[in-house]
C-alpha cells in the first residue's frame, strides 16, 4: 500500500464484500472521525479493522493504542505513509498519549511488511466462500465484555454460526490436552451444570478439557463457542472439523486471525476466550 487515502479506504469492491460479512450493520452510514472532527464512513472503519486484523498479533496493546485513540481509518493511512513513525508520533502525542519511540518504531517495523491490499480482498473472498461473518465494535452483535480488554481487546471477530451467542453470558473452560480419566469427568459435570444454568460454553476446540467442556455443551443443548488460535475457516486441530461443525450449528466458531492464517505457539498463547 502507499500513502494516498484511496488505498487504504473501501472501493466498490470491498464495500459489496463487507455487506455480506456484516449484515448486521448499516454500512453506508458515517461516525464521527477520532482525528479531526468531521465523519469517517462506517465501511471504511470496518475495511481498515478487516486490514488491521491482517497487520497484527492477538493481544498487540501497541496497535490497540494507536487504534483507540486515532481510529482505525485515521491509524492506517498513517502506516501507510513513507513517515509512518513521524505522523503516527505525533498524532500520538497530540492526543495525549505518547509511545516510546522504541516501541513504535519495532512496531512500525512489524507491522507495514503486511500492507498488501491483495491479500485483504483474498481475505474477503476467502471469509464470503467459507460462510463466514464479520463482528467488529461499530456492531451491535459485539461483545461488550472485550471492551474490558482495553488496548489487548480484538479488532474484529471473524466467525461462522450464530453471532448472537456472543453476547450470552458464559464460562470458559479450558485445560490439558493429555487430561486424566478424573479431570474428563470433572470438566464434563461443570459444563453440564452452567449449560443447564444457561451460560455459554467458552474453549477452544483443542484435545482434551477443551473437547470435553464442548461436547458436554452439546450434549445439553447449550450454546458453546470455540475460540482458535488459527482462521475461523481452518479446523485445528483436523480430527475436530466435525466438532467445530457441531459447534457452529448452534454456537459460534470465532478467531482474531484472518481467514486461512496458521496456528502457532504464540497465537496460542493470546488467544481472547
Given at each position: 500500500m502507499n500513502a494516498s487515502k484511496s488505498c487504504v479506504r473501501a472501493g466498490?469492491?470491498?464495500?459489496?464484500?463487507?455487506?455480506?460479512?456484516?449484515?448486521?450493520?448499516?454500512?453506508?452510514?458515517?461516525r464521527p472521525s477520532e482525528t479531526d472532527g468531521g465523519t469517517v464512513a462506517i465501511s471504511d472503519v470496518l475495511f481498515a479493522r478487516v486490514v488491521w486484523s491482517r497487520l497484527i498479533e492477538p493481544g498487540d496493546a501497541v496497535a490497540g493504542a494507536l487504534i483507540g485513540a486515532l481510529g482505525a481509518p485515521s491509524a492506517l493511512d498513517m502506516l501507510a505513509a513513507t513517515d509512518a513513525q513521524q505522523q503516527l508520533g505525533r498524532a500520538m502525542r497530540e492526543s495525549g498519549v505518547v509511545l516510546p519511540p522504541r516501541t513504535l518504531s519495532a512496531a512500525v517495523a512489524r507491522w507495514r511488511p503486511r500492507l498488501d491490499r491483495g491479500a485483504t480482498l483474498t481475505d474477503l473472498d476467502r471469509a464470503l466462500a467459507a460462510g463466514l461473518r464479520l463482528v467488529a465494535p461499530e456492531s451491535p452483535l459485539w461483545p461488550s465484555a472485550l471492551n474490558d480488554l482495553g488496548a489487548h481487546a480484538p479488532q474484529l471477530l471473524w466467525m461462522r454460526g450464530d453471532a448472537t451467542v456472543l453476547a450470552h453470558p458464559s464460562l470458559a473452560v479450558v485445560?490439558?490436552?493429555?487430561?486424566?480419566?478424573?479431570?474428563?469427568?470433572?470438566?464434563a459435570e461443570l459444563a453440564d451444570a452452567a449449560g443447564t444454568a444457561?451460560?455459554?460454553?467458552?474453549?477452544?476446540?483443542?484435545?482434551?478439557?477443551?473437547?470435553?467442556?464442548?461436547?458436554?455443551?452439546?450434549?445439553?443443548?447449550?450454546?458453546?463457542?470455540?475460540?482458535?488460535?488459527?482462521?475461523?475457516?481452518?479446523?485445528?486441530?483436523?480430527?475436530?472439523?466435525?466438532?467445530?461443525?457441531?459447534?457452529?450449528?448452534?454456537?459460534?466458531?470465532?478467531?482474531?486471525?484472518?481467514?486461512?492464517?496458521?496456528?502457532?505457539?504464540?497465537?496460542?498463547?493470546?488467544?481472547?476466550?
Open positions: 466498490v469492491e470491498e464495500r459489496s464484500a463487507l455487506a455480506g460479512l456484516a449484515p448486521d450493520q448499516d454500512l453506508n452510514g458515517d485445560g490439558a490436552r493429555a487430561c486424566t480419566g478424573y479431570g474428563t469427568s470433572v470438566t444457561g451460560l455459554a460454553i467458552v474453549s477452544g476446540a483443542a484435545y482434551g478439557i477443551d473437547a470435553v467442556a464442548h461436547r458436554a455443551a452439546l450434549a445439553t443443548g447449550s450454546a458453546t463457542i470455540a475460540i482458535l488460535a488459527g482462521g475461523a475457516d481452518r479446523a485445528y486441530p483436523a480430527a475436530h472439523a466435525s466438532l467445530l461443525d457441531r459447534i457452529a450449528d448452534g454456537g459460534a466458531v470465532c478467531s482474531e486471525m484472518v481467514p486461512g492464517a496458521a496456528p502457532t505457539r504464540w497465537r496460542f498463547l493470546h488467544r481472547i476466550i
